[in-house]
């Protein structure tokens, strides 16, 4: 019995230097091992139980747990910690950091040549792509040049084709207005029955290449009042010339600036012989030009052919002369 006793004391306290010692390993590793860690602990544990029981020694506070249970282990390694740390304190181990080499001017040099490189093929891709936008660029501006010039050639083709029309019209009003109109010497007078202003009538005889009647001496005179009478007979029209003082009240001139010479005023009936004259003028044709500053232009009646002063933004009959 004694022999027992004494083989108890002499291995348990190895048995116990031994799990101490296994435990202070799975502090140590306790990230690395996991679960086999836990069934070695448990399997020492089992083992030291069923050592105690052959020899008869009395179980300790962490022998009743021998399913493993958490609470017990770590009573147990509480009390195996105060034991060790009576005995001696074990130092914690510090990981070992591997020291990350510090670059050297060599590197830094390398870095900075190679982004100058990285830097040097963006510009020239930009060189390139600018060539191709300059080259472009060349392409729609000698294309718009292009265009400008056939555009010039157009205008000057449409001007030229205008001033053609313009220059046929005329022909063909001169030769209109001499076929179908009265031929004196070398002027033509043709009568427009479209009612216009006395400026817009001077346009359009100018369009068909003549101008507002100028009659410049009795004879001519003569020719255009026949001509009047026979196209609107048994009618009395007023009809437009190119006769105005619009520059100067009472200074009459031909729409071409010379000055008229040849007046055809109306004058009121002549009283009959043996009544006395009166001073009033007659109501309906009184002596011409009355109108003053505001009747500036001249149309000649188709009755008799004498002239009247009229507001020149009347619309009336006109008639052109054009150069035989």
Known sequence: MQAAWLLGALVVPQLLGFSHGARGAEREWEGGWGGAQEEEQEREALMLKHLQEALGLPARRGDQNPEGNSEGRGAWATEEDGQGEEGEEEPTPTPYVSPSPSPTPEDAITYILGRLAGLDAGLHQVHVRLHALDT??????????????????????????QEAQSRAEREHGRLEGC?????????????????????????????????????????????????????????????????????????????????????????APSPEPG?????????????????????????????????????????LYYVCEFPY
């Open 179 to 267: 076929l179908k109109g009265a031929r004196l010497g070398h002027k033509c007078f043709l009568l427009s029955r479209d009612f216009e202003a006395q400026a817009a009538a001077q346009a359009r005889c100018v369009a068909r290449g003549g101008s507002l009647a100028q009659p410049a001496d009795s004879r001519q005179m003569e020719t255009l009042t026949r001509y009047l009478r026979a196209a609107l007979a048994p009618y009395n029209w007023p009809v437009w010339l190119g006769v105005h003082d619009r520059r100067a009240e009472g200074l009459y001139l031909f729409e071409n600036g010379q000055r008229v010479s040849f007046f055809a005023w109306h004058r």
């Open 136 to 161: 472009r660029v060349a392409e729609l501006t000698r294309g718009l040049r292009q265009l400008r010039e056939v555009a010039g050639d157009t205008r000057d083709a449409v001007q030229a084709l």
């Open 275 to 315: 009544s006395r004259p009166s001073a009033a003028p007659h109501p309906l044709s009184p002596n011409q030009p009355n109108g003053g500053v505001l009747e500036n232009c001249v149309a000649q009646a188709s009755d008799d052919g004498s002239w009247w002063d009229h507001d020149c933004d009347r619309r």
